[in-house]
C-alpha cells in the first residue's frame, strides 16, 4: 500500500472562533481564499482523502467538495470531539488532523509524521518545533493517529476529558521535529489574519514552501506555473466604461439580468401557431387561420379549438398556444384555412420560452471573463449600457545586452537587432495591457538600477529580456535580488531553461518581475507558457493554456525529464482529426521557425519519444489571448 493510501485527512474546523470574536475561523478569507481552503490545497495531495469537521454553517464547507462531518458529541468539545468523529468514520488505517487556521502547514507532514509512527512502532505521532533558544513547542493539533484508537479515545472523552495531551498519555506518542516553525504558525485573531494578509504581501518562500522538493536549479514547469499563480495578485481598481469600450477588458463583476431574455414565450419559425392538444393523431386535420402576428407586433388573438394564427419568426405567441408549424410543412396552405397530417409536428414544437436565453437575477457573465464580442451582444440584449472592469494592467519592458542594436541604428560588428521588444510587444498588446517600451538597457549596474527602479514605479508587472542565464553579467541578478523578492530558477524545459521571478520594490510602489531569457524563441516561450497566465491573473481574468490534442506526422526526438516545446504547423489530416509538424529548425534564436509555425507543440515532463501516428499537445498561436 502506498503512503498515502492509508492515510485520511481530517480538517478541524469545529471551534466556536472564540478569540476571532465567533467567527468561523476556517471560512475567513485569507490572500483569496477562505483559510480552510488553503489547508484543503495542502493536505489533500498527502492523503487519500480529505473531510472536514466544523459545526456551523456546513453547506458553505460541503461547497469545497469533500465530506463535512460535526462532532458525534454536543457542546463544542474541543478538537478530540473532531478527532473523534473523524476515527469513527475513517476508513483507512491511519487518520491525519490538521487545524483549518494553519495555511502554511507543510507538504511533507504526512510523509514524517507515517515514518516516525512505523520506524518507532508508536500509536500516534505529531508534530513539534523548536527555535533557537526556545523551548519545544509541540503541536499536538497537527497529529497522525491509528484509527482502532478510537475506543480509547471515547473512553476518555466519556470520562469528561477533553486535553489533547491527556487522552494518549498511556499511549505510544512520538514527536516529531519539523524545521520551519512558520508552517505550523494559526491564525488565531482577526488582527493577526489581516495583518497577514494586507500588511505583509506572501513572500516566495510562503509559497515555494508549499512544494515539497523544491530546488530552484531544476524546477519543473508545472511547479513554476504554480509558484507564479499563487504569488501573483490581481489588480484591484475598478472603471466603469461603455459598453463598447469593454471588448477585451475584463469583467470585474458579474452581470446579473435584469429581464428575461427572450421576454415573452415566441415562435422559432415561420408557421402557424396552435395549440399542441388540437393536432391529428391520425389522418389529417383543419384549422381556420384567425390573423396573424408578426414580430414585434403581439396582437392578443386567443385561437380557440381548430383555430390557429399565422406567425412570423419571433412573434409573441399567442395565448393558448403552445406550438408551431413551419410553414413548409402544411399540407394545404390559404389565407383563412390550413390542413395539417398526423405526426408532422409533436406538441410543444418551434415554441421558445421565455427566459429561455436568461432569466430575471441569473448571472449572465461571471466576473474574471475577458469580454469577447458575443459578450457585448448578450450584455446589449439585456438592455445594459455599461459594465464594470478592471483597470487595464500596466507593464513595462525592457532588452538588456550591449549587443543590442535598436532599429535605424548602424549594426556595427558582433551586435544584432533588438527583437524581443518586438515580440514581446506583440504579445502584450494581445493581451490588451497598457504598455510601456523602455528600450534597451545596457549591461551596466546603474543604467539597470535606473530602469527597473522607474519600472517598478510606473507598472504593475515588468518584462525584461537577457540577462538571466548562468554566463551573463551576474549584476542584472544582484540588482533584481537586492531590490525585492526574487527567485532565479533554472527551468525543467528546452527551450528557456533560466527564469528569475519575484516581486520588486522602489519608492513605495511595487510590481511583479518576469526576468526573461535573451534568446528569441526562449523569450516567446517563456512567456507564453510563464508571464502570459500570470498577466492575466493580475488582469483579473482566470485563463489557463487552452491546449488541444493532435497527432504527430513525424516521430521527435525527446529527453524525458524536462518539457519540450517545439514550434508547429496544425493543419487538418485526411481523416479530419488535426495533424501536426515540426517546423524547420528549432535553435532557440531561430525565430524564422516560429514565424512560420501557428503552433507549439508542448512534450511534457514524463514523455520519451513521440513516434509517428501519437496524440500530442498542442498551443495554438491564434486566440492565445
Ligand atoms: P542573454 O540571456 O542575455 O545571455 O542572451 C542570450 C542570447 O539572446 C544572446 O545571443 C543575445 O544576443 C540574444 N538576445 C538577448 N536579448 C535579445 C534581444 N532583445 N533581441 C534579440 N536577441 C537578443
Ligand atoms: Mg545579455
Keep these: 500500500m502506498?503512503?498515502?493510501?492509508?492515510?485520511?485527512?481530517?480538517?478541524?474546523?469545529?471551534?466556536?472562533?472564540?478569540?476571532?470574536?465567533?467567527?468561523?475561523?476556517?471560512?475567513?478569507?485569507?490572500?483569496?481564499?477562505?483559510?480552510?481552503?488553503?489547508?484543503?490545497?495542502?493536505?489533500?495531495?498527502?492523503?487519500?482523502?480529505?473531510?472536514?469537521?466544523?459545526?456551523?454553517?456546513?453547506?458553505?464547507?460541503?461547497?469545497?467538495?469533500?465530506?463535512?462531518?460535526?462532532?458525534?458529541l454536543a457542546g463544542f468539545a474541543g478538537p478530540l470531539a473532531g478527532m473523534e468523529t473523524g476515527m469513527r468514520r475513517c476508513e483507512t488505517e491511519f487518520l491525519l488532523t490538521a487545524p483549518c487556521d494553519s495555511p502554511f502547514l507543510p507538504p511533507d507532514l504526512a510523509e514524517r509524521l507515517l515514518a516516525a509512527l512505523c520506524g518507532q512502532d508508536a500509536d500516534l505521532a505529531f508534530a513539534m518545533t523548536q527555535e533557537p533558544g526556545q523551548r519545544p513547542q509541540p503541536h499536538p493539533v497537527f497529529c497522525l493517529v491509528k484509527a482502532s484508537l478510537l475506543p480509547i479515545l471515547s473512553d476518555y472523552l466519556q470520562e469528561g476529558g477533553r486535553r489533547m495531551d491527556g487522552w494518549y498519555r498511556d499511549l505510544k506518542a512520538v514527536e516529531v521535529r519539523f524545521e520551519d516553525a512558520d508552517a505550523f504558525r494559526n491564525i488565531n485573531t482577526l488582527d493577526e489574519l489581516h495583518s497577514l494578509d494586507t500588511t505583509r504581501a506572501p513572500r516566495l518562500a510562503d509559497v515555494t514552501s508549499c512544494l515539497s522538493g523544491y530546488d530552484p536549479d531544476a524546477l519543473p514547469v508545472k511547479d513554476a506555473q504554480r509558484i507564479i499563480r499563487e504569488f501573483v495578485q490581481p489588480v484591484q481598481a475598478v472603471e466603469q466604461v461603455a459598453l463598447r469600450s469593454a471588448l477585451g477588458r475584463v469583467l470585474a463583476r458579474d452581470i446579473v439580468s435584469p429581464i428575461n431574455v427572450p421576454a415573452h414565450d415566441n415562435s422559432a419559425m415561420d408557421g402557424y401557431a396552435l395549440r399542441g392538444a388540437d393536432l391529428p393523431s391520425d389522418g389529417q386535420a383543419r384549422f381556420n387561420v384567425i390573423g396573424t402576428v408578426y414580430a414585434g407586433k403581439p396582437m392578443g388573438l386567443v385561437p380557440a379549438q381548430g383555430e390557429c394564427v399565422r406567425i412570423m419568426t419571433g412573434g409573441v405567441m399567442p395565448d393558448g398556444c403552445d406550438s408551431v408549424i413551419p410553414q413548409e410543412f402544411v399540407a394545404e396552405e390559404s389565407?383563412?384555412?390550413?390542413?395539417?397530417?398526423?405526426?408532422?409536428?409533436?406538441?410543444?414544437?418551434?415554441?421558445?420560452?421565455?427566459?429561455?436565453?436568461?432569466?430575471?437575477?441569473?448571472?449572465?457573465?461571471a466576473a474574471g471573463k475577458v469580454i469577447r464580442p458575443a459578450d457585448?451582444?448578450?450584455?446589449?440584449?439585456?438592455?445594459?449600457?455599461?459594465?464594470?472592469?478592471?483597470?487595464?494592467?500596466?507593464?513595462?519592458?525592457?532588452?538588456?545586452?550591449?549587443?543590442l542594436r535598436s532599429i535605424g541604428q548602424a549594426l556595427d560588428e558582433g551586435s544584432v537587432y533588438d527583437s524581443n521588444r518586438y515580440t514581446i510587444y506583440g504579445m502584450l498588446q494581445r493581451l490588451g495591457c497598457d504598455i510601456i517600451d523602455m528600450g534597451i538597457v545596457r549591461d551596466d549596474p546603474a543604467a539597470l538600477e535606473e530602469a527597473l527602479r522607474s519600472a517598478c514605479e510606473n507598472a504593475d508587472a515588468i518584462i525584461t529580456s537577457g540577462g538571466v542565464s548562468v554566463g551573463a553579467a551576474d549584476y542584472t541578478k544582484q540588482i533584481m535580488a537586492r531590490l525585492g523578492d526574487v527567485t532565479f530558477w533554472k527551468i525543467g524545459m528546452r527551450p528557456g531553461r533560466p527564469l528569475a521571478f519575484g516581486r520588486i520594490a522602489s519608492n513605495g510602489h511595487s510590481a511583479f518581475l518576469f526576468g526573461l531569457p535573451?534568446?528569441?524563441?526562449?523569450?516567446?516561450?517563456?512567456?507564453?507558457?510563464?508571464?502570459?497566465?500570470?498577466?492575466?491573473?493580475?488582469?483579473?481574468?482566470d485563463a489557463p493554456l487552452p491546449l488541444l490534442r493532435a497527432r504527430s506526422v513525424g516521430a521527435i526526438r525527446k529527453k524525458p525529464g524536462r518539457t519540450e516545446y517545439q514550434r508547429g504547423i496544425l493543419a487538418q489530416g485526411e481523416d479530419g482529426v488535426p495533424q501536426v509538424r515540426i517546423t524547420g529548425s528549432q535553435g532557440s534564436g531561430i525565430l524564422r521557425s516560429m514565424s512560420e509555425a501557428n503552433c507549439m507543440v508542448v512534450l511534457h515532463d514524463g514523455q520519451g519519444n513521440v513516434s509517428a501516428g501519437d496524440m500530442v499537445d498542442v498551443l495554438m498561436f491564434e486566440g492565445l489571448v
Excluded: C
Excluded at 34 to 58: D, F, G, K, W, Y
Excluded at 521 to 531: I, L, N, T
Design 376 to 403: 457585448l451582444g448578450l450584455v446589449a440584449s439585456l438592455g445594459i449600457a455599461e459594465v464594470p472592469v478592471r483597470r487595464r494592467l500596466r507593464v513595462a519592458f525592457f532588452s538588456t545586452g550591449d549587443e
Design 2 to 72: 502506498t503512503q498515502q493510501a492509508s492515510i485520511s485527512g481530517l480538517i478541524l474546523a469545529g471551534g466556536r472562533g472564540t478569540r476571532m470574536g465567533q467567527v468561523d475561523k476556517g471560512l475567513q478569507p485569507f490572500r483569496g481564499k477562505t483559510m480552510v481552503a488553503h489547508v484543503l490545497e495542502r493536505l489533500a495531495p498527502q492523503v487519500a482523502s480529505v473531510a472536514i469537521n466544523a459545526n456551523q454553517n456546513l453547506d458553505t464547507y460541503a461547497a469545497l467538495g469533500v465530506p463535512v462531518w460535526p462532532d458525534d
Design 335 to 365: 389565407d383563412t384555412a390550413i390542413v395539417i397530417a398526423a405526426g408532422v409536428l409533436k406538441p410543444g414544437d418551434n415554441r421558445r420560452f421565455a427566459g429561455e436565453d436568461l432569466k430575471a437575477g441569473s448571472a449572465a457573465l
Design 518 to 541: 535573451g534568446n528569441p524563441v526562449a523569450v516567446m516561450v517563456s512567456f507564453y507558457f510563464f508571464a502570459r497566465e500570470a498577466l492575466l491573473r493580475m488582469m483579473g481574468a
